[in-house]
Structures are given as C-alpha cells and as structure tokens.
C-alpha cells in the first residue's frame, strides 16, 4: 500500500537564514531520490524551525515498479561467426543476460545492426531503497558554513541530534554520523521536550503543535505578524514593515510570542536610523511606528518561550536596549564634538587596501575623479558642492557611531555634516554617494551624491583591477560588481552622457600614480576593467532583449551607456520583424565579403568612376546619406531614427546583389566593390554588429 | 546571588560533571582561550575537560572606571569539553538553572555566532546564548586551532561573568555589582581600573614595550628550538599582550599593525605544532584515561575524527 513518507533532522540551534534554504534542498534531494529509486510519490511539503528540518511527502509507493528495458549486445558483425554460428561475444552476452543465445534478437540502432534483448528488471520494496535516499538526503544538503562535533568526521550546520524517518508506520534505517534514525521527535526545548513517539506521519504536524513547536514556516511567520501588529496597536502603533528582520526573526523561533517593551522618551532625539539600527541588528526588536511614521519609544520582541512572567523579560530586553541607546547617545554626543572636516585628517590612519592605501588617500583620489567627471556630465557650477561632498565623503569612518554600526555610514555623516554647519546639499550627498546599495535601491535624487558615489566605485574598481584582484565566481571581497552596476544605475538612472572609457581611465590614472605603475600595465587593466562592465551589461540586461542582440549592441560599443541602452531598445523592437531577418541575412553576407576580400584592398572609400552598374552608384550614395544620418543621429541621442536610417539601406543593398557580381574579374572594379561594401558595413558599425544577431529563424527563442 | 557564589555554583556544577578545576593562568591574556588549558589542551586526540575563572585583559576597552559597561580587565568562566558531549546543550541549560537562570521564567536562545581569533589561527561555530535579549554565554564548538583541524572537537562555553552578576541582581553598572555581602565590585576593582586604564593609555613607555615585543618574540623561538612548547607559548602570550598595550597606545601604524598580528599569529602556530609533537611523543598519555564528560555516543558511521593523529603520532613533526 502507498503511504506517507516523514524525515525530519533534528539539530542543534541552526543559523538564521539556513534554514529554509536547507529544508528547500531536502526537499529537492528526497524527491529527486525518490524519482531515481522509481518509487511513486504524491505531494511534499516542508516544515521547518531552528532545530528541525523535515519534508513530508504523500503516498511513497510500496515498492518500484517492474521495468523492462532493452540490453544492447554485440554488433551482427560481431555476433556471427563466417559460418552463421554465434561468436564468443554473442554468448558471453547470453550468459550475463541470463538468456539463450537463441533469445537474442536483431535491432536497428543508428550504428548498425545490433544483437540484443528484453530484459525485465523486478521492482524493488520501499523499505529497500528508502534507506538510500534519505540517506543521500541528509548527507547531501550544501550549508554555506559546516562543522563538525563530538569525535565524528560528518560535518553539518549545527549538530545532528535526532532522525525522524518514517514510511507509513515504519521505521526507515538511517544513520548519520552518531545519530540512527528512529521515530522520535522533540518537542519546544523547555516547554515540552520529549522525546514524543510518532505513530503515522500524518500524526506529525498537529503532534507538533501539541508539544509547542510552530513548524509551518509560513504559519509562523504569520503568527509572529499578527501577534507583533497586536502588540503596537496595544501602544498605539504599528509594527515597521521589515521583511528581512520578519524572516530572521522566524528563523530564531518555534513558539512565537510577542512582547510589548518601551524605552526612554529621550533618545528619540537620536537619529531615527540610529534607533532602528540599534533595535533591529542586534536584538532583532520591531521598532514601532506612530500613524504619521515617526518612531514610538516602543518596541516588539519575539520571544521563543511564553515565560511565566513577561513583565520579567521584558524588564531584560528593555535593559538590554537602554544600555546600547546609552552607548549609542554617547557616541552620538562624543561624536558631534567633533567637526566631521577636522575628522578628515584621521582617515590617514585608517586602512582602505593594503596596496592601495588609506581612505585619505583614496578621498583625495575621489575629488580628483568627482571633478571631472561634474565636468564631464556638463555641470561646472556644482564643482564646490561635489568637492566639499567628496572631502567629507568617508570622514564618519572614523565617528564611534560608524565604529559600532558601519551600515550608518553615510547616514551618520549627513547627520554629522549637518550638526557641523555644512551646506544641506553636502549633507545630502555625503549620504547618497552610498546609493544605489542594492539592484532594488534608488539613484541618488540630487547629482553631488550620484558623482561622488560613481566617483568612489570607479576608483574602487580600478584599483582592484590594477591590482590583478577582480572578483572570482565565489569571492567578491569589495563587491566589485555590486560596484560596476551601481556606476550603470547611476549613469542611466541619472542620465549622463559621459564616455566610460574616459571615466575609467581617470580613475586607472589615479590608483596607477599611487602603484607608480606604466602606461602599459595601467591600459592592460582598463581593458580588462571594460570586459567586467560589459560582463556586468550581458547580465543585467538579459531581460530587456535577446541574447544575441546585447551581444551585437555590446560589440559595437558601450562607451555611452545611455546611448547603448537606446540603441538595445530600437533593435529589441525591430529585431523581430521578417525584413529586419532578412536585412541581418544580407548584412552577413556584406561581412563576409569583406572580410574575406577586403584585406589587401584599400580602405579608401568606393571611387565613383570605377561603377559600372547603377545600382552601384545608387548604393554608394544611399550608404553616404545613411552613414551621415547615422552619426548625426546617434550624436543627438535618438538610437531609433540611426537604426531607421540604416535599414533603408536594405532596397538598395538587396538592388545590388540582385545586379552585381562582386567577384568580377577585373580586379580595379571588382576591389572598388569590396570598397563600397565596406562602406556598407561601417554605417551598422556605431549601432551594433550585426554578424552576432542569429538571423535564422526559429532558432532563438 | 553575589559575584563570588556565581563562580561558586559555576563551579560546583562543572566540577560535578568531571571536570577538573583548574586556576586562573597567571600570565596576561585578552581571554580564556588563550590560556594553555584552552589553547594547547584543544589540540591532539586526547580528551580535556576543564573549568576555569580567566581575568581577561583587554587594554583597549579600558575606560578609567568611568564606563558601565566596559573594563580594562573582566572575568570570563571558561569551560572546555573535549570531545564536545553530545548532550553539551543540556548540561550548559542545566548550568544556568545552577546560578538561578530558569528557562520557564526567561527567554533563552541560541543565536548563531562565528568565532574567529586571527591571531591564534583558530575558528569555530556555535552561538551566542541570550537571556532575554542579553548575551550571557559564548558557545563554539571548535573547529580549528594554531591551525590545525580540531579533531576531535571541543566544546567551548565562555560566561560573561560581570553581564550575568549584574543581569542577576538587576544593577547598571558593573561596579555596583555585589562581589560578596556588603562589598562591590567597584571596592574590589575600581582603581584597578583607573590605574590600569591610565597604563594602558598614557603612562606607558612604548619604546620599553616595542623591546619587550622584540625580546619575547626571540624568546619564543629560542625555547621553541630546545623542544620546551610551554615556556614558548608563554612567550607567546607575553607578545600578544605586549602588541595589546602599544596597540591601545596608538605606537602601531596601521601599515605595521597587520605584521605585528602575522608574527603574534606564527608564535602561537609554532607552539601549537611544538605542543604536539611533545604530545606525540608522550604517545598522547591522556587517552589511556578514558576521561570524558557527559554523553559520549558511540560512532555509528564512518571512523573517528581523532584517528587522523596516528599518522601524526607515526611521524613526529619537527
């Protein structure tokens, strides 16, 4: 009979944000096991908390089913003696098959004729291969940190203490380093501890929630939601919408309670980030907001025991939290005392890389480089405000605040520019030259802190490529490419036309200056820095066009990223169409033949009086007409109008090779062919190269 | 319950689980873990069991007694559990029941923690252990030290006996905390604080220290070539602290700082290699004992971990 299969490991405490990952993995690596065993199966689900991981699959079969399947044995030619009889090989086959030679059969396979024959494999029982599967389970999670206890070589997040394995009534053997499987759970650790016997899997989830484990993890998140919104609507507010903390907190859990704590009235003069950071990094606290979003000195705590008496844990997290707003106000008060530009001086003692120097001399690199690219971008007048920003950019680095809590950086200097008498807008974009932080974050609103910001990852960026350091598939240390698309969010976001190169190669000038390294080492990285970014355009613009077609943009260039980015989109939305299919088609063939023609001809245009044909001529002047419209158009920002101008070259590309035979044999015309064909080409050439765009049908999606 | 019954009843606990008792070591280190009975114990096949009070000194958080919170010196209880039963969970709850923390009255919690101690190339996993919201205990389960793989591993539980005596009797600050009947912390260690404090920062000679570093450090591997792991790793110590004094003085450059680290880092590494070799040697005497703590499950797949030092045993290493 089919029946239910339960695995549940039990651990020690498991890190926040490895528990549903693992279980996820559990799930796939129990099922996956199951398919490759044969053994059908109904619908799975996971239940998860710290100390458990478990999946519960339907209707497990009783055993595989029988299986035939075809052997495959000699070749005819090799099965058959010159005299008809079977060779050596043929019943050697028979034999392993546990078959007569005369049962073999001839079949057809795309090598040959071949000897072979059913063969029918008997299913297998559950409990036989069950064992296996859970067995490659709990030994197969993949956990970002393992270690290992006690005197064993198996190593997992935290230590194993318990398997769960049961396939309807029975037991499945599993073992794991010095645990055996059994089927035992336990309860909440001190509310109901057990061990509490399980009679059936379905018997599992609500046997769970009698000994007070919460093990849905959707269940409990929900839970922890409305009992925390309960809470602040009880102190006359709501809960502060944070995903990230709901999701930690519930891996910190299996039996929810929500506990309403308050703190002094005073440190709501601290910034709010401060008290935010203050009560959610650390003791994972929900702050408590009033209606109009300001800060109530109130917070939520999530507590995994319904103690006896909450007003006695609350009186704790409620110390807790006092004497870290204390060090915080301290700090606060310490901190201001000081003028965050006589702070500046001390970032000489402060380590940005080994090589490459102090966060004093990365600043001074910064303003060189937030200066001309204010230039670049066409905004001379704010030259004062970018600077100013620039100087005081990472003078917090050194503030007891920033000390204790580096995710204020930029905040705590906005805070501390402004306490110091600084311009707002230096203020502000000290803060925002930190944003975008994440793919989801904004672009600065203001354009101090967009160029300070590009300016500190360009110079960051060149800098760890000069060095030979870019990031590895698995080590990112200094985020570069977190850095290389916060430089593309901001220029797109912020719309500069600016020329990357040119960006990239002031900030090559600086690091390289500090190396004291030549010119040749400093283009080699700026090469190589330019394969990074356009790595980094491949990825994230996977989703705005076909592959091929950010290839062929990317190939023609990405030096204006806002005018790549246009022309992306014009060739996304022709790209399509049977006649631009056709155009690709036409366009290969231009390339072809020059590239296998044009090497030894001149590079000088097409010489009018070597035409023979009129299409010639009419081709000549169409490519000269588009070329220039090209250029004019792209140099006004307007991708579709270049794209446009090009494609009417199609009619008179199409005349041509209707009318021309390019491989004449007089060789003046037949070079002033290639010539004019080069030209042809070179009008695609600033829009993308078309040669990448896969022009046969039907073969990209 | 005072200061002086915290460590009492620490104490008995531990002692009746087997542990031996050992004394504070008496030379300067930033925290138990440094001490031999950690450091070196944690090394080799042999089993460990120990609990220990460890005046931790930390020049750099010295605040002159003015801080409620922080200290020039504090006082770690370090217990070290080798191999790391397999009921160490309980037997650590059952520890805090001892001093009067129980879990149906407070919120406990195992919050994950990676320990990392550059400078004695060691690392390990576990947690945090919360008592409503306050960090009262470091649990690590050790993975590797002086840079050697941990095997079998050891269970490390450092108590912040100053947070737990002032969470315990529901006081501010940690001179207020009751060392015994009628007489505070702040009358046993107030001054020592100041004066170790003004040490720390201004009095000392850093020209002196810089030698001393220097003279340690040779020190060290002189006894190291004559095959004396214990006084070396002394040495070793003597260097760490010394690199703590002119680091909190501010004398090292932030370019020097990092090499500064490196060396304290192959003095401790070098000692550990030495230590088990001596213990090779010996043929590791102290797991004929058969002393464990605690459940000690028998292995059920694969061969112990601690079986990788026979190789080790065959071939000594210089």
Redesign the interface.
């Known amino acids: 009979m089919n029946d239910d299969l339960l695995f549940e490991i039990g651990t020690?405490?498991?890190?926040?944000?490895?528990v549903e990952p693992a279980v996820e993995q559990l799930r796939t690596l129990v099922l996956s096991g199951l398919e490759g065993a044969h053994l059908g199966h109904g619908a799975a689900r996971t239940l998860a908390t710290?100390r458990r991981l478990t999946v519960l699959v339907e209707g497990v079969a009783e055993r595989s089913p029988d299986a035939t399947r075809q052997a495959l044995g000699p070749s005819v030619k090799a099965a058959f003696a010159p005299d008809g009889s079977h060779t050596k090989a043929a019943t050697r086959f028979a034999e392993a098959q546990g078959v007569t030679v005369s049962a073999l059969r001839r079949v057809q396979t795309p090598k040959g004729e071949y000897l072979a024959v059913e063969v029918t494999e008997a299913g297998r029982p559950a409990s036989a291969l069950l064992p296996a599967v859970l067995g490659a389970a709990v030994h197969g999670i993949d956990f970002r940190?393992r270690?290992?206890?006690?005197?064993?070589?198996?190593s997992f997040a935290?230590?194993v203490?318990w398997l769960l394995a049961l396939h309807g009534q029975e037991v499945v053997p599993v073992?794991?380093?010095?645990?055996?499987s059994g089927r035992m759970t336990f309860g909440h650790?001190?509310?109901s501890p057990g061990p509490h016997p399980v009679a059936h899997p379905r018997d599992y989830p609500g046997l769970l929630e009698r000994v007070r484990v919460l093990a849905d993890v959707g269940t409990r998140k929900e839970r922890i939601r409305r009992e925390a919104d309960e809470a602040a609507r009880r102190a006359g507010g709501r809960i502060r919408e944070d995903q990230a903390l709901l999701d930690q907190v519930t891996e910190?859990v299996e039996w929810p309670t929500a506990l309403l704590g308050s703190f002094e009235e005073r440190h709501l003069e601290l910034p709010p980030e401060v008290l935010v950071q203050e009560m959610t990094s650390h003791?994972r606290?929900f702050p408590v907001l009033a209606a109009d979003g300001r800060l109530l000195p109130r917070f939520v705590?999530i507590?995994?025991?319904p103690?006896?008496?909450p007003a006695?844990?609350?009186?704790?997290?409620e110390?807790?939290?006092r004497?870290r707003l204390?060090?915080g106000r301290f700090f606060f008060d310490q901190d201001r005392k000081v003028p965050l530009a006589a702070r500046v001086p001390a970032l000489e003692?402060?380590?940005w890389q080994?090589k490459l120097g102090?966060y004093a001399e990365k600043v001074g690199r910064i303003r060189l480089l937030a200066a001309a690219l204010t230039r670049a971008v066409g905004r001379p007048e704010l030259l004062e405000v970018v600077d100013r920003a620039a100087l005081l950019a990472k003078a917090d680095l050194t503030t007891g605040m920033v000390g204790e809590f580096p995710e204020l950086q930029g905040v705590m200097g906005r805070e501390y520019a402004l306490a110091s008498g600084e311009p707002p807008a230096v203020a502000q974009a000290i803060a925002d030259h930190y944003l975008p932080r994440g793919a989801s974050d904004p672009v600065p609103a203001d354009d101090p802190g967009a160029l300070v910001g590009m300016a500190d990852r360009l110079d960051t960026l060149a800098g760890l490529f000069v060095l030979g350091k870019p990031p590895t598939a698995s080590a990112d240390p200094f985020g570069l490419r977190r850095a290389c698309l916060g430089v593309v969010h901001l220029v797109l976001g912020r719309g500069y036309r600016l020329s990357l190169g040119e960006a990239v190669g002031h900030a090559l000038e600086g690091v390289g200056k500090k190396l004291g390294l030549g010119a040749a080492e400093v283009a080699d990285a700026g090469a190589q820095l330019l394969e990074f970014f356009r790595g980094r355009l491949r990825a994230l613009w996977a989703e705005r066009a076909r592959a091929d077609v950010v290839e062929a943009v990317l190939a023609a260039g990405f030096d204006d990223l806002l005018l790549a980015r246009a022309r992306l989109d014009a060739f996304a939305q022709v790209v399509g169409a049977p006649d631009f299919t056709e155009l690709a088609i036409a366009f290969k063939r231009v390339v072809n033949i020059v590239e296998k023609q044009g090497k030894d001809v001149s590079s000088e245009p097409a010489d009018p009086r070597l035409f023979q044909e009129g299409t010639e001529t009419a081709l000549a002047q169409a490519a000269r007409r588009a070329s220039a419209e090209v250029h004019r158009a792209l140099g006004a920002g307007d991708a579709p109008a270049a794209l446009a101008a090009a494609r009417a070259l199609k009619g008179p590309v199409d005349a041509f090779f209707d009318k021309v035979l390019v491989m004449t044999d007089d060789r003046p015309v037949r070079e002033n062919r290639v010539r004019l064909l080069r030209e042809v080409a070179q009008v695609f050439a600033p829009l993308a190269d078309l040669s990448r765009i896969q022009a046969e049908t039907g073969v990209t999606p | 319950m005072t200061f002086q019954d915290l460590i009492l009843a620490l104490q008995r606990h531990w002692a009746a689980q087997g542990c031996i008792l050992a004394q504070a070591y008496d030379v300067e280190v930033g925290a138990g873990t440094m001490a031999p009975t950690t450091f070196l114990r944690a090394l080799g096949p042999e089993p460990w069991n120990v609990a220990y009070v460890q005046p931790s000194r930390r020049p750099a958080d010295g605040r002159f007694g003015e801080n409620?919170?922080r200290l020039f010196q504090h006082h770690q209880f370090q217990v070290i559990l080798k191999?790391?039963?397999?009921d160490v969970?309980a037997l650590y709850l059952d520890s805090l029941q001892a001093i009067g923390i129980d879990?149906?009255?407070?919120?406990?919690?195992?919050?994950?923690d990676?320990w990392e101690a550059p400078t004695l190339g060691a690392w390990?996993?576990g947690?945090e252990v919360w008592?409503?919201?306050?960090e009262i205990t470091q649990f690590t389960?050790f993975?590797q030290c002086g840079g050697f793989e941990?095997?079998?591993?050891s269970?490390e539980l450092t108590y912040g006996l100053e947070r737990i005596a002032m969470?315990l009797q529901?006081v501010?600050t940690i001179f207020d905390v009751e060392w015994v009947k009628g007489v505070s912390y702040g009358e046993v260690f107030h001054r020592n604080e100041v004066e170790m404090s003004t040490y720390a920062f201004r009095a000392s000679d850093p020209a002196v220290l810089f030698t001393l570093f220097e003279i340690y450090e040779k020190e060290c591997a002189r006894l190291l070539a004559q095959g004396l792991p214990l006084p070396a790793y002394e040495s070793a110590l003597k260097c760490s602290h010394t690199f703590n004094l002119l680091d909190a003085r501010g004398a090292i450059?932030?370019?020097e700082r990092?090499g500064f680290i490196k060396r304290v880092r192959d003095n401790a590494r070098a000692c550990a290699e030495a230590y088990l070799a001596v213990r090779a040697e010996l043929g590791f005497p102290l797991l004929k004992t058969g002393w464990t703590v605690g459940q000690?499950?028998?292995?059920?797949?694969?061969?112990?971990?601690?079986k990788s030092w026979e190789s080790f045993l065959a071939e000594p290493k210089s």
Not at chain 1, 12 to 18: D, M, Q
Not at chain 1, 175 to 180: G, L, S, W
Not at chain 1, 312 to 317: A, C, F, Q, T
Not at chain 2, 296 to 306: C, I, M, N, T
Request: hydrophobic letters at 35%; a negative charge; one cysteine or more.
């Open positions: 020690e405490e498991l890190p926040a944000g490895a710290p940190k270690m290992r206890w006690g005197d064993v070589e198996q935290r230590p203490q073992v794991f380093a010095d645990v055996k650790r001190f509310l910190l003791q606290y705590a507590s995994n025991t103690v006896r008496d006695l844990s609350v009186r704790g997290y110390r807790v939290l004497s204390s060090d003692r402060v380590v080994g102090t | 409620p919170n191999p790391s039963p397999k969970q879990p149906l009255e407070h919120d406990l919690r195992f919050v994950e990676d390990g996993l947690w008592c409503d919201g306050q389960y993975q941990c095997r079998p591993v269970a969470y529901n501010d450059s932030v370019t990092a000690q499950p028998p292995l059920l797949e694969g061969v112990p971990a601690s």
